[in-house]
């Protein structure tokens, strides 16, 4: 069986199934849906309008055992920044979509009437039904409604209200293997997904599977790959304490944002920390270790229960964390978690909804450190779509113009995420130069910046940042092609049997004689591609910046700004 | 005595007064604010922050006894748009800036307290000055007040509770002759004039007079000049009907933006007709024939009574009329009426508001033709700086990104006016390619497409509409620099006597010896100096783009769509 496209179109109300185009064969994951994007969207379209299309697609190695390998592109232009988008995700879709056989779904149009509908998908086709039960309802009414609906294990792929009413912030959430959400967070896919009124999707792929050329050179390339993923120190610190170990390791770096923005060092850090968080966990009865996907084996999520014991949220990633709290001054983990489930069930980013949040604090919206008040504004506000949750729930930049306000952290209408690139400033060539606004997982110069992996660039320093983020953004445009998680990226900058084996994966499954070499090539063009696309919808160096206060108001402790210059940043392109 | 800049630093609250630098002294109104800005603002700065600059200045003629000479333009880089921006009013403020001896104020930085100031303005420099009382109040308040604190007669620039919260739509209001306001609509300058906390600017020229180097020549040429102006017949149905003569015939024409930009004419234009208006000024005891500056020799202004007849409104303008008549479809003129006295006492641009109230409409917000509703939430909610209020006063770009809608009528984030461009061609081209986004002002092709003035190009074809727009941006970039009003353009292109005389008194004022020529090469110069502005801000020629749905969705009653290609409108540069 061979892999095909599954298009569906909203305008007609009519779906088909497609060979797959020879030129989008070797793609899978961010280098098909920005290749498709770029390819069947007008750049300068408006992303809610019937030009856009919505793309999701499984990566090269998703629905096979490589490890980690679980991870779905959704791709579209984007309502939050205008740029080309791809925003990945764990949970059950990308594995089971591959063993559907679908090698991407492509929605376009949007229904001329006012009704909802969902989608499901079989090995046979998608099928188009209308939907009134679940419509204004959150994602983990839909998760529990749907459970009673479907047969069988079947993946889902949902909006809250956030998507319904189209805000810029709103996320596509997908069903983790707990019956939990994963969330496409980034960049507002989920109003794309509700402009074209689907409600959810579910995919059922019956008895289907991935079909692998040389099964035996697979597995034993996955033993390889595995094995460094688990070695790797980084992997275990992960395991132990999810990614809100860096709470601590950044507050001590200076780099950790704080009160919009205005510090690097938050005092109430312990009280945020992966390891008060670790501790709580194991009090409560929750779980340290975790995982967003069958087969990962870093397994960095977490199941956070409150005072009750009874479990709150999941997936408590250090930067909603710090968004919520060193960001807003809140130092209550419980108030924390709450924000964090209800952004879940609403279908919210959690970062640009909680750097939202401290650019309202300071536009005198509630006070900072009020978590409670975040609580409310959440529950009251933004879920309910008033004018006020409409101004945070389309983002920070949002909030930034309806107050009036000049520190507003974003890059091309998207929230800097939980790195202050005065501090840390290989972060800052990423924010500014990323195809898709501010992004801390597009060129994770962390890595090497503060965790010494991959060697060591001095934070601090102007020296080897653009390369350093030239490096990792080429690579983790590969990386997202393949349906790997990022975090195979510490294995594969320190172990080197880590990336061939994970070539050697591509090969034994697609019949290849692919070299590390092509790798680099592949994200190289994907760049490109998605560099081509921005161009075309109007953006140039000058959108290349980060914000103005970043280069005028020193951060404290280290008293620094972001001192590139433009001539500087622009070398980022040479390649 | 030469001309001076006096300039304001905000950030040290210090002030100067300066020589004019070689290359700016041709320039005036306008053509000065332009080459200032351009010369001293990054253009990729936050409008509201320390780095732009407010630039006032008057017209090269303003000040002398010249016919419609009164027109102020203020200048800075738009928060509404990003780009460069220029926007002129009637008022006092022009012809006492030129008899006090000053070329242009220059305001820069913001102060670093959280205190509000005023500036007042005498021939001997500026003084700052802190304001307590008028803090948080309306225009009309403002001017009452003033007029027990000042002496003599000067003119006042304020802005209103719009501009002291920033908002995008914020306007710069000026005094009139008659204690009445004129606006610096668009653009949100209120906005900049609100980030360096200064609520008021007053302006005292002593017994400071204009020189003229000729005044013989000059007072022969004005008469040569404002014959031509009087005798016009357009002008004389500006000084009957005001602006407002146009609601029948752009109705008639089937380009009268109605419902959102959904259809080009509406039921109830009858009753909000000039004709309408006209009856019931002078039914109630109103002026129908009113000066928004000394000099003006076509009066299109009026003062509009209530039912009460007690005066309401002045300088009651079709474009107004129409953003909240038809295309929110309210078809009553007193609660238009109210609602532009309120927006004029708020300080926020008529034009954006109420085009923001029927994208708000479409939102669901309230209902379309709900008159005193919009009163309640310009009362309620935008004085007040509620959520609801900030949006709406942000502009329509900023209600249809909270609402998530796609039929948002505006090219570079500011409102398209009252003429849609797919019932008259030429003025699309106006709103795509003008350096200062939809701005009917900045080449008002209706001269030529609806009225026969200069010619006649048909309005439903392309042929023709791109050199038309040309040909009229350029010269009205020359016209804003000269402080004259853009009605002047009927008689300059109808009557060969009214070019020659303008170009005759800027001989006789300054001692030159300019030709026609000239005055196109000026008009050329600016075009480019604010278009490499905006080119250095990130903009392109994807910008110079209508929104999609002028199109796709054909517009009754011609049922056409705006059709240019990318390429024809491109050709629109090739000068």
Not at 133 to 143: A, T
Not at 250 to 258: F, K, Q, V
Request: glycine share 12%.
């Amino acid at each position: 069986m061979t892999d095909k496209i599954f298009r569906v179109n909203m305008s007609t109300l009519t779906t088909s199934v497609e060979e797959v185009p020879a030129e989008w064969a070797g793609h899978g994951g961010r280098g098909l849906t920005s290749t498709i994007v770029a390819a069947e969207v007008n750049p300068t379209c408006h992303p809610l309008g019937s030009a856009n299309k919505l793309v999701i697609a499984p990566g090269l190695l998703s629905g096979t055992v490589a490890a980690n390998s679980g991870r779905i592109s959704i791709g579209a232009k984007s309502p939050l920044t205008g740029t080309i988008k791809e925003s990945n995700a764990g949970g059950t879709a990308a594995q089971l979509l591959a063993r559907a056989g679908c090698k991407a779904i492509i929605i376009e149009g949007v229904p001329g009437e006012d009704k909802w509908y969902s989608l499901a998908l079989t090995p046979e086709g998608i099928t188009i039904n209308e939907e009134t039960e679940l419509i204004g309802k959150g994602n983990f009414e839909v998760l529990s409604v749907l459970d009673s609906r479907l047969e069988g294990k079947q993946a889902v792929l949902t909006i809250g209200q956030a998507g319904e009413m189209r805000l810029a912030a709103a996320n596509i959430s997908i069903k983790d293997p707990d019956g939990g959400l994963r969330s496409s967070g980034r960049g507002g896919l989920g109003a794309v997904m509700g402009s074209k009124k689907i409600k959810f999707i579910t995919i059922d792929p019956k008895d289907g599977k991935v079909a692998i050329a040389d099964p035996d050179k697979f597995k034993q390339a996955n033993r390889v790959f595995a094995k460094a993923l688990v070695d790797h120190p980084i992997s275990q610190g992960l395991g132990q304490y999810g990614t809100n170990v860096l709470v601590n390791i950044i507050n001590e770096a200076g780099g950790l944002p704080t009160r919009n923005f205005t510090s690097g060092q938050f005092d109430g850090h312990e009280a945020i920390s992966g390891e008060t968080m670790h501790d709580t966990i194991l009090e409560r009865g929750g779980k340290v270790k975790h995982n967003c996907h069958a087969g990962c084996v870093i397994q960095c999520s977490q199941v956070y229960h409150d005072a009750k014991k009874e479990k709150l949220t999941s997936g408590f990633e250090y930067e909603s964390i710090w968004a919520m709290g060193a960001d807003c001054c809140v130092d209550n983990l419980d108030h924390i978690a709450e924000a964090d489930r209800i952004m879940d069930d609403i279908g919210i980013d959690t970062i640009e909804t909680s750097v939202a949040m401290g650019v309202a604090m300071e536009g005198g919206v509630l006070e900072f450190g009020d978590g409670a008040g975040v609580c409310r504004i959440l529950k009251e506000e933004v879920a309910s779509g008033s004018a006020l949750g409409r101004i945070i729930g389309n983002g920070a930049g949002a909030v930034g113009r309806a107050f009036g306000l000049t520190r507003v952290p974003v890059v091309k209408n998207q929230a800097i995420p939980a790195y202050d690139p005065r501090a840390i400033k290989g972060i800052g060539i990423t924010y500014a130069t990323s195809t898709q606004g501010a992004d801390h997982t597009m060129g994770y110069t962390i890595a090497t910046n503060i965790l010494n992996v991959g060697g060591n660039v001095d934070p601090l320093t102007k020296e080897g940042q653009v390369e350093l983020s030239r490096n990792l953004q080429v690579a983790t445009a590969a990386i997202d092609s393949t349906g790997m998680c990022l975090f195979i990226a510490f294995a594969a900058l320190d172990n080197e049997t880590c990336l061939p084996a994970l070539v050697d994966m591509l090969n034994a499954r697609f019949d290849l004689n692919l070299t590390g070499d092509d790798v680099v090539s592949l994200g190289q063009s994907i760049l490109k591609t998605e560099r081509a696309f921005n161009s075309a919808a109007g953006f140039t160096a000058a959108d290349d910046r980060l914000p103005e206060f970043f280069y005028t108001e020193p951060l404290p402790p280290h008293n620094t700004v972001f001192d590139f210059s433009d001539e500087e940043i622009a070398t980022f392109w040479d390649f």
